[in-house]
Every structure is written in structure tokens, then in C-alpha cells.
């Protein structure tokens, strides 16, 4: 599954679509990644949070992989 994060919602609506496939409430998925489900039910919906190591665990944990690319990469690539 791919998605293009933009802003903070982004994150949240692709968190939530891997929660969902999984068939998972977010409780169930907050006490699977060790967080609350206060913080993954904010983090769902798009507020922003603080990227740390805990963020970057839950992301792990999900499979989530950040990568970044500058316009030019991703122009020459498209060009390829």
C-alpha cells in the first residue's frame, strides 16, 4: 500500500485504512503498538504530533516506512 503524506491528516487517514483492513478498533490496535488510544485516535484524525521515538514505533510497527525525495528525484524519475 502506498500514500502520498502531505500533512498530518495524511498520516492519519492511512493509519486508519491499516487499522481498518486489519479489522482492528483502535483499542485493540493501541494495546498491540504499547500507546493509547486516545494518542492513535488523534493521530488518526490528522492532529499533529510530535516526531519522536514513540511516533516512529507505532509507524514500525504498522509496517509504515517515511520516505523522502526532493521535487528533482521524483521529476527524473517520472522522466525514466
Known amino acids: ?3 502520498i503524506i502531505e500533512r498530518p491528516e495524511d ?3 492511512f493509519v486508519q485504512r491499516i487499522r481498518r483492513d486489519a ?3 483502535q483499542l485493540e490496535l493501541a494495546s498491540a ?3 493509547s488510544q486516545r494518542w492513535l485516535s488523534e493521530l488518526e484524525a490528522g492532529k499533529p504530533k510530535r516526531i519522536d521515538g514513540n ?3 507505532v509507524l514500525s510497527k504498522l509496517g509504515i516506512t517515511l520516505v523522502a525525495e526532493t521535487a528533482e528525484t521524483a521529476e527524473r524519475d517520472a522522466d525514466e
Do not use: C, D, E, K
Open 11 to 13: 498520516i492519519g487517514v
Open 33 to 35: 503498538l504499547g500507546t
Open 23 to 25: 479489522q482492528l478498533t
Open 55 to 57: 511516533y516512529f514505533s
Open 1 to 3: 500500500m502506498r500514500a
